[in-house]
């Protein structure tokens, strides 16, 4: 699935608490003019097997829900919200059960009229044709969902979050912790992005959108100037 030339980059994580928002939120501040699309996938009963506590249980139904502009979704301090602070011109929030998420993807991709838009959420890899996209990871690593295993073999970089490190030293402790895991994520050759790298990974998306715009322009080939993570093991 793609929507036609507009460039979608898709915003997926090892886990929960990888980043991804704020990450979503950094590139919208530097990319005026995007939009955002947030997946929730619901379930009738929830992880605590009582529908009462799934906070969108009540809004499952036959079909996907699209929630889609400031009147609609914004909330304080939650992620639509916090996208809407950080100057998407347009949220688009699905709500959906597993087996109609690929339905509220189509629908909310074709609400979508600027020429870029971020996507957070793992599942969408499993349905759209990514121009761009990143996973991320914190630099101590952690838990990593099978549906993350999956985004990992359609990305272009892994996103590398932390608190207080700089660049190198965030790359360093990840490197590390990868060089420690008894299975091979098969990353090699991924650069790795991390806080300092921002204005090259949005010159890198500006380049991308560019060329869908305009396709007369040749898009230079490679992944960028960050660094893949063999480079970071010694």
């Known amino acids: 699935m793609k929507n036609g030339s507009t460039t979608i980059v898709a915003i997926s994580g090892f ?12 590139l ?3 990319l005026p003019g995007w939009e ?4 929730t996938r619901g379930h009738y009963r929830s992880c605590g097997k009582d529908p009462d506590t799934c906070c969108v249980s009540d809004l499952l139904g036959d079909e996907p829900l699209v929630r889609s502009g400031r009147g609609e ?3 304080a301090g939650k992620d639509t919200g916090r996208f809407w602070d950080a100057g998407a011109s347009n949220v688009h929030w699905i709500i959906a059960a597993d087996e109609k998420v690929e339905k509220g993807i189509e629908e909310a991709l074709d ?3 600027t020429p870029g ?8 890899l499993n349905f759209v044709d990514a121009d761009f996209a990143l996973v991320c990871a914190r630099a101590e690593g952690g838990t990593i969902k099978a549906t993350a295993r999956h985004a990992l073999e359609k990305a272009d970089g892994v996103y590398v979050s932390t608190i207080a490190d700089d660049g190198p030293t965030a790359r360093a402790r990840f490197a590390s912790w990868c060089a ?3 299975i091979d994520l098969e990353i090699d050759g991924l650069p790795i992005y991390t806080r300092d790298d921002l204005p090259e990974l949005v010159a890198r998306l500006k380049q991308i959108n560019l060329a869908a715009e305009e396709p007369a322009n040749n898009l230079q080939s490679g992944r960028g100037h960050a660094p893949a993570l063999e480079s970071l093991i010694p």
Request: proline share 0%; hydrophobic share 40%.
């Open 15 to 26: 886990s929960s608490n990888t980043g991804k928002t704020t990450l979503m939120c950094e």
């Open 28 to 30: 919208l501040r530097a």
């Open 36 to 39: 955002a699309i947030k997946l």
């Open 73 to 75: 979704n914004y909330a």
């Open 111 to 113: 609400r979508v009229q």
């Open 117 to 124: 838009v971020l996507i957070e959420g793992n599942s969408f």
């Open 180 to 182: 420690g895991l008894a």
